[in-house]
């Protein structure tokens, strides 16, 4: 037993980023409509999926518009069968960008989060501003909610830790551990009302609504709890049958009891394992008031010791302390395991840092123990010189490393914040427009995600002078690839989904190219056709611009191992413009091309089939008439290496002004 403590103190150094007690945040993992995504139709409905059960009636959401109303109808519920998941219902969404603004509690450790994120109906969302942060807020980590924890496990590592020497290290009464426990008991007091009440202020819950929630619950389980440890303390003073090592048992299992309560109440409730880690926590934390209010106990005893008793006692003590040393290692490494997760995390998170600031600590206060141990209990005129002075420097350690461990309790731990996932932005769909040739009709075409493939087509029908939705009851989109041959037609009936609005999903764009869709739209008078000119999505080409003055802009669009092509506008202007493309292979050649279709699309969606003609074999021109703006370009061509013919799909952006090169 006296190597004990040796070896336990080194093991406690391999494993010194062990937090003494960690919780995480109900954090948002999943949203539908998803982070960034743009929607043909409205969304009845907004769902959010945490990594905690959130409490549902301490959760708000709301869904607001440009002009910030909400358009969030009814109260926050429970998604059936999914705990992790809750939903708020909307009224009809007209076009345009939300942000939905979420504040969650969680049921499992009533800690608070809060974000927001973008979705557009109809129209990509505006870009996330610099102010929206990629993570969602922790809102639980005020002073307040810190010094809150730190009061209350002063208390509780006091008061176990008096119980613990009086029943294992002093073995006969001691009026001065009664005063410490008292002293104890009012710490935790005021720690869990302080606790109770920064959750409830942080809630922003009515206090008549308050035990309805889980913080309720959670409120009232401390309540009995403080109650329970209450009595324990006063009848240890006042009943004489529990006066002595009977009443501080009685004490100890009500400390440990409201260890156990404040665990079950945190993070380590949540996850399929929880009951192990619920074990974990509790004896981590049980062992530490052992270890540490052992230690104040201590030399509590120690000042009204006999001197021929003291240096026993210290042994005693410091055989016991070696072995919730290996329980404090052995339990904490387990849940930093789990919390902390990298060696990155540790050194290059807030959470990390502070494990780190503690784990100093930790080597200071055990190096504090060794010297006690190996040097200090040699010898009985050494412990009355100086136990009380080490002993002293290890107690004032030990609050820090308290007020550290309510910090951490209070902080998102990496591997449930920097590395958890976070909504993941949803890939932008195809939006193209049109109408049809009487100029009645609007349609808008929402294609998602546009890649060949299954995709799911949204469309959106108005009145073209009003914009009114229309009343149509029927449509049906029929397809026909412009860019290949030998490629049969194909067609689309869509359900009605609301006034003007049509879904169906289907893998009508089967191959990349440059499509031609149809929208047949069935209204009170009659049928009418809205063509539609429909792209395939490609992965986005590396594009530079090269600007000469007094010449138009030539976009360089890099295509990999197929080479190079230059796009431009001559003369680049709003009005008749002729569209130059070539095509150069790695080397800087022209390539031939066999065939080629070009489409071009305004800023509003709307696309035009151009006629183009062969000037030379890699370079040929379109005549287009284009608006000043974003003029989206789409290229589709067979060339030529030799005998071998490719596919290519160039994708560009060109600005339109309505100078020339103004810049």
């Known amino acids: 037993m006296q190597r004990v403590p040796a070896v336990l103190a080194l093991l406690v150094l391999a494993t010194l980023a062990v937090p003494g007690g960690v919780a995480a945040h109900a954090r948002l993992t999943a949203s539908d409509p998803a982070k960034g995504a743009t929607l043909g139709s409205a969304p009845s409905q907004v769902t959010l999926t945490f990594t905690e059960t959130p409490d549902v009636r301490l959760t708000s959401i709301k869904v607001l518009d440009s002009s910030g109303t909400n358009h969030a109808t009814g109260p926050v519920a429970a998604v059936p069968g999914d705990e992790l998941s809750v939903s708020v219902p909307l009224d009809a969404l007209p076009d345009g960008g939300y942000t939905v603004s979420w504040r969650a509690v969680s049921a499992v450790d009533g800690h608070i989060s809060a974000g927001s ?86 809630s922003g819950a009515p206090i008549e609504t308050l035990l309805t929630t889980s913080l309720g619950v959670a409120a009232l389980a401390r309540g009995i709890s403080l109650l329970v440890l209450g009595a324990a303390v006063a009848g240890l003073a006042v009943v004489p049958a529990l006066a002595g090592a009977r009443g501080w048992a009685v004490v100890a299992l009500a400390s440990a009891a409201a260890f156990v309560v404040d665990v079950a109440l945190g993070h380590a409730a949540a996850g399929p394992s929880w009951l192990l880690q619920i074990a974990a926590q509790a004896a981590h934390a049980i062992a530490a008031a052992a270890w540490v209010g052992g230690l104040v106990a201590l030399l509590v005893v120690l000042r009204g010791a006999p001197p021929a008793e003291r240096l026993p006692l210290a042994r005693r003590f410091s055989s016991w302390a070696g072995v919730m040393l290996a329980i404090v290692a052995v339990t904490g490494a387990a849940r930093a395991f789990a919390e902390i997760g990298t060696l990155d995390a540790l050194v290059n998170t807030d959470f990390g840092r502070t494990v780190l600031g503690k784990s100093a600590l930790l080597v200071a206060l055990a190096g504090l123990g060794t010297f006690n141990h190996f040097i200090t209990l040699r010898s009985a005129a050494r412990v009355g010189r100086w136990l009380g002075r080490v002993g002293a420097a290890e107690a004032g350690l030990a609050v820090v490393i308290l007020a550290l461990s309510a910090l951490l309790v209070n902080q998102s731990p990496p591997a449930t914040s920097g590395a ?66 030998g490629v049969a037609p194909t067609r689309l009936d869509l359900a009605r989904t609301a006034a003007g609005r049509f879904s169906g999903a289907g893998g009508q764009l089967s191959i990349d190219g440059i499509w031609t869709v149809t929208a047949t739209v069935t209204l009170p008078g009659g049928a009418v056709d809205v063509p539609l000119i429909v792209p395939t999505v490609i992965p986005a080409q590396p594009v530079s611009q090269l600007v000469t003055e007094g010449l138009p802009t030539i976009y360089v669009v890099d295509v990999g191992a197929s080479g190079s092509a230059q796009v431009y506008l001559d003369p680049g202007k709003g009005g008749p413009d002729q569209l130059h493309v070539t095509l150069f292979d790695t080397a800087g050649n022209e390539r031939p091309v066999e065939d080629f279709t070009v489409a071009a699309f305004g800023s509003d969606g709307t696309g035009q089939l151009l006629t183009a003609r062969l000037l030379e074999p890699g370079h040929f021109v379109a005549s287009i008439d284009a608006e000043p703006g974003p003029l989206v370009v789409d290229v589709v061509t067979g060339v030529k290496t030799g005998t071998t013919s490719s596919h290519l799909h160039l994708h560009v952006t060109i600005d339109v002004h309505p100078e020339v090169n103004p810049s």
């Open 420 to 485: 958890g996932p976070a909504p993941t932005p949803a890939l932008q769909p195809l939006i193209v427009s049109g109408h049809d040739f009487g100029t009645s009709v609007k349609a808008r075409l929402v294609v998602t995600t546009g890649s060949p493939g299954t995709n799911t087509f949204d469309l959106a029908l108005t009145d073209f002078d009003t914009g009114a939705p229309l009343d149509a009851s029927a449509a049906e989109l029929r397809f026909q690839v412009a860019s290949v041959t």
């Open 117 to 202: 994120f973008v979705f557009g109906v109809g129209e990509p969302p505006p870009s996330a501003g610099p102010a929206e942060p990629e993570q969602p807020t922790n809102l639980s980590g005020s002073p307040p909610a810190i010094g809150a924890r730190w009061a209350l496990y002063l208390g509780l590592v006091v008061l176990f830790g008096a119980a613990w020497v009086a029943v294992s290290v002093a073995r006969r009464p001691s009026p001065a551990l009664l005063g410490m426990a008292a002293v104890g008991w009012l710490l935790t007091a005021v720690g869990t009302v302080a606790v109770v009440g920064v959750q409830w202020s942080e």
